[in-house]
C-alpha cells in the first residue's frame, strides 16, 4: 500500500492534537516496560542517594497499598485530568442519558473495550471536564489491572489519570465510602464514586476491528456480584467508534497468533496486541489511531438490592438487565453515531 502522507500545512491546532495523541499512545503501549527499566537503571547505576530515594518511594508505595490499593483520593489533581487536545483529536464525546444521583456509588459497566478503552480513559480519567459538568458530585474513576499499581512510576501515573486498582477489594474500599456530604472524604464537595469497569478485558481487546462491535459479557457476572454486595447501581455504558480508531493484525479465534494471545493474557492478564493505526506524518502506517469520533453514551442506573451473599438467581437476573440494556443502547444510538450502521451488528459472547 502506497504510504499516504500528511500535507505540509496543518493547522497548529491539529499538530498540537496529533502529537498529544502520539505521546499518551506511545506512553500507554511503553509505559510498563519504561517504567521497570528505568528503576532497574536507577538501582544499578544511581549512587548512595539515589538508592535511598528509591528505598523510601518503595516504602511509601507499599504503605499506600495496604492503606487504600494506591488510590488517589478525591479527584486527584485536575491538571492532569483536563487533557483536552488529545480529547479533540479524535474527538471523543459524553452523552448523558439519565441522572446519577450523588446519593450512592455506581459501577459503569464499559463497553466495548476497543484496544486502549479511549473513550472511557478520556472521559473519566484524562479530561473529566465534561464529566463533572453532566454528572456533578460524582467522582469518576477508572479501573485497571491490579498489578499496575505495584509498578514503580506507572503507578503513579496511572493515579494522577484517575485510575484505580480492579482488584475486588479495591472496589469495594471504593463503592463503600459514604455518601454523607458531613463525611471526611467528601470535604471536596463530591459525595459519589463512579468506577468504569472494562468488563471485556484483554478478552474483548482481541476482538477489536473497525466495524466490529463483539462484547465479551455473557460469562462475566463479576462486576453484578460486587454491585451487589457493595450496594452500588451499574449503569451500562457504550461507547461508539471505540472499535474504529484501530486495526490490528488479523487474529481469527483458531490462528497461531490467536493461540499465542491467549497464553499470554492467561499468565499476565495482557492480551499482546498488534495494533496498526496512523503515523505522526502519514496516514496509513503507525500505531497511532486514527482520528476518528468516539461517542461514549452513559445509559440509565440499574439499582440492585443489596447483599453479602448474591444468589445466582438474582446476579443473573440482574446481569440479563445489564444484556438487555447494552443491546437496546446499541439499537437506539447506532445510526446516530456510527457510519454505515445497517451493516454493522452487536455481538455479545
Request: charged share 20%.
Amino acid at each position: 500500500m502506497k504510504i499516504e502522507w500528511a500535507p505540509l500545512r496543518v493547522p497548529l491546532a491539529r499538530r498540537l492534537q496529533t502529537l498529544a495523541a502520539a505521546f499518551f499512545t506511545y506512553t500507554f503501549f511503553t509505559l510498563p516496560i519504561s517504567s521497570c527499566l528505568t528503576v532497574a537503571v536507577l538501582l544499578y547505576y544511581g549512587g548512595l542517594i539515589t538508592r535511598s530515594l528509591l528505598v523510601i518511594y518503595f516504602v511509601k508505595m507499599y504503605l499506600d497499598y495496604k492503606k487504600n490499593y494506591g488510590t488517589m483520593e478525591g479527584n486527584g489533581w485536575l491538571f492532569y485530568r483536563s487533557v483536552r487536545k488529545y480529547r479533540n483529536y479524535f474527538p471523543v464525546e459524553l452523552v448523558k442519558t439519565a441522572e446519577l444521583p450523588a446519593n450512592k456509588n455506581y459501577i459503569v459497566a464499559s463497553f466495548p473495550h476497543g484496544i486502549l478503552g479511549t473513550g472511557t480513559c478520556v472521559n473519566m480519567g484524562m479530561d473529566i471536564t465534561n464529566w463533572l459538568e453532566l454528572f456533578p458530585h460524582v467522582r469518576p474513576k477508572i479501573g485497571t489491572l491490579d498489578h499496575h499499581f505495584k509498578t514503580p512510576l506507572l503507578r503513579d501515573i496511572v493515579r494522577w489519570w484517575g485510575m484505580v486498582s480492579v482488584s475486588k477489594e479495591s472496589l469495594a474500599y471504593l463503592l463503600t465510602k459514604s455518601n454523607d456530604p458531613a463525611h471526611k472524604d467528601n470535604r471536596d464537595g463530591f459525595t459519589s464514586n463512579a468506577v468504569a469497569v472494562l468488563v471485556g478485558g484483554a478478552q474483548e481487546a482481541m476482538d477489536s476491528h473497525p466495524g466490529q462491535y463483539i462484547l465479551t459479557l455473557k460469562n462475566r457476572k463479576g462486576f453484578v456480584r460486587m454491585a451487589i454486595r457493595t450496594g452500588s447501581s451499574i449503569v451500562p455504558s457504550f461507547s461508539f467508534g471505540e472499535v474504529d480508531i484501530f486495526d490490528q493484525v488479523a487474529n481469527p479465534p483458531d490462528s497461531l497468533l490467536r493461540r499465542f494471545q491467549n497464553v499470554v493474557k492467561k499468565f499476565t492478564g495482557i492480551s499482546p496486541l498488534l495494533p496498526k493505526g496512523r503515523g505522526i506524518f502519514n496516514y496509513n502506517y503507525g500505531i497511532l489511531p486514527y482520528r476518528r469520533r468516539i461517542v461514549q453514551v452513559v445509559g440509565s442506573p440499574i439499582d440492585v438490592v443489596k447483599s453479602d451473599s448474591p444468589h445466582a438467581e438474582y446476579v443473573d437476573e440482574i446481569h440479563g438487565q445489564v444484556m438487555a440494556a447494552l443491546e437496546k443502547m446499541f439499537e437506539q444510538h447506532k445510526e446516530e453515531y456510527i457510519p454505515n450502521s445497517k451493516q454493522i451488528k452487536l455481538v455479545i459472547h
